[in-house]
């Protein structure tokens, strides 16, 4: 066998990675693109820039590669993704992604009903602006005429499918983020699609995420063979746990990157009371249900860009962190400055440094934004171990090359950390899944290569420092607004 390549369609690029049979990274492409935000509260991107990332990324893995070539091809993505397509499959739309809110005041407004909740609990999806679903509705009331002449919405994935094969077809790994499927039947839900104004014929037809295609010849992938399996695959979410190592049982997965989430696999679909944590189909039996962070590293970079404004490297400056004692030196901080999905489904949100004092330096800025994003995602994980109970920790994304994160992780959660020894759990989930689909004689083992333990002592301290952290978060969150205070008149 000649090699496995996985394709990770992910919010800032996409990366075409090259695996051996037992898992391990021999190349690896990455094609970065960028949002738009036409009008505030808009986040969109160019669908035909990403196909052109796509073919790119895998062009330059066969080019480096050959004259080895992919056994298979399979694919992961980001959820929530949005596009109004023509019946000549051209967009009507720009890709409207996760991170965009127009949709926020039918969210709010559907949130608080009885429907909402009968929503969240049928299709797993909580409600709010990143929903396709809210979209849906905010697109039908806002564009009536662009949306009655709407022949499909599609996501990113289908998009790119679309292309290649002709066909619309979405896995239901992906579907299941659309706030449109229901869970138990993996169907589109009538209900569901009345309440949205369409029919599912304006939809893709759902799939297995093991479903293959087989490659014909293209000249946008001349060196692609003829015949190579395709396997459409599932989500980011769902494969980074498959491909990070909990595939079952107690075991969480954190994953921090740009943005962030908590995850665990389970037998059965589930969903909680408060609404705050989401359940979507993985594979087969298997489900996801956690939470997702719009807040993660990017809370870093805002830090280090706009505020701290330095050319210090993201290591230097995480090594500088551990010179602050556990606390931050009574220094707290609210991420949430792109709004926030879980735990707190508030696109409203606003950070908050509290607490600052002369003797607070650029360390402690930086210690206190990575407690209070850990905070978060032990606030999300406590809605999980409603269902599941945790016993170990998972950790994958890039603060996973920071040991002062990593223990900082062990110690507010009280739990193990064991850290992947594949920095690219998604596109390793996406082949695992298509060694399953073809049925290969192969088994990859995402290997473990870091564990910390908690200290106890630390454990007290941050369940004081989180106990402060929610309640900082509700006294002025009724003065958030989503949209800016007017200008005073001139004098």
Avoid at 16 to 42: D, W
Avoid at 143 to 148: D, K, T
Avoid at 248 to 266: D, H
Avoid at 299 to 313: D, R
Wanted: with cysteine; hydrophobic share 45%; proline share 6%.
């Amino acid at each position: 066998m000649d090699y496995l390549m996985g394709v990770d369609i992910g919010t800032t690029s996409v990366k075409a990675i090259a695996f051996t049979e037992t898992g391990e990274i021999v190349c690896r492409h990455a094609v970065s693109y960028g949002m738009l935000h036409p009008l505030p509260g808009f986040s969109e991107q160019d669908p035909d820039e990403i196909f052109a990332a796509v073919m790119a990324s895998i062009n330059r893995v066969l080019e480096q590669l050959q004259p080895l070539a992919p056994a298979l091809i399979s694919f992961s993505a980001a959820m929530h993704s949005f596009i109004a397509v023509d019946g000549n499959n051209r967009p009507l739309t720009n890709c409207i992604i996760w991170a965009d809110n127009r949709a926020a005041s039918i969210a709010e407004g559907l949130l608080s009903t009885p429907q909402g909740a009968w929503l969240y609990h049928t299709t797993g999806v909580p409600v709010h602006a990143m929903s396709p679903l809210c979209k849906l509705l905010w697109l039908k009331k806002q564009e009536p005429l662009l949306f009655q002449h709407t022949h499909k919405f599609i996501g990113i994935k289908e998009w790119v499918f679309s292309k290649l094969f002709g066909t619309f077809s979405v896995d239901t790994s992906i579907a299941s983020a659309t706030g449109l499927l229901n869970t138990v039947s993996l169907e589109w839900e009538p209900a569901v699609l009345e309440l949205a104004g369409i029919t599912e014929e304006r939809l893709s037809s759902v799939v297995p995420v093991e479903q293959v295609f087989y490659a014909k010849q293209d000249p946008r992938l001349p060196l692609l063979r003829e015949g190579t399996p395709v396997i459409i695959g599932g989500s980011d979410g769902a494969l980074a746990n498959l491909g990070t190592g909990p595939a079952g049982g107690k075991g969480l997965s954190v994953t921090i990157g740009t943005s962030a989430a908590v995850r665990i696999l389970s037998g059965t679909p589930a969903t909680v009371k408060e609404m705050s944590v989401f359940c979507y189909h993985a594979a087969d039996e298997q489900y996801i249900i956690g939470g997702a962070s719009n807040n993660g590293a990017v809370v870093i970079q805002w830090i280090k860009e706009s505020l701290l404004q330095t050319g210090e490297s993201y290591q230097e400056l995480f090594r500088l962190a551990e010179s602050v004692p556990a606390g931050a030196d009574d220094l707290l901080f609210i991420p949430y400055i792109l709004g926030e999905r879980a735990p707190v489904w508030n696109s409203a949100a606003k950070g908050i440094f509290f607490g600052v004092t002369i003797k607070h330096t650029k360390a402690h800025l930086i210690r206190a934004a990575m407690e209070g994003i850990t905070f978060n995602m032990y606030s999300i994980g406590r809605q999980i171990q409603q269902l599941v109970p945790i016993t170990e920790i998972y950790a994958a994304g890039g603060f996973a090359q920071s040991p002062g994160w990593l223990q900082l992780l062990a110690d507010v959660f009280n739990c193990k950390v064991l850290v992947s020894g594949s920095p690219e759990s998604s596109a390793l989930g996406a082949v695992m899944v298509g060694i399953k689909a073809l049925e290969l004689s192969l088994f990859i083992q995402p290997a473990t290569v870091a564990t910390y333990y908690p200290n106890s002592l630390y454990h007290e301290l941050y369940q004081q420092k989180f106990q402060q952290f929610e309640r900082i978060y509700k006294v002025p969150k009724n003065e958030f607004t989503s949209q800016p205070l007017p200008s005073p008149a001139p004098a």
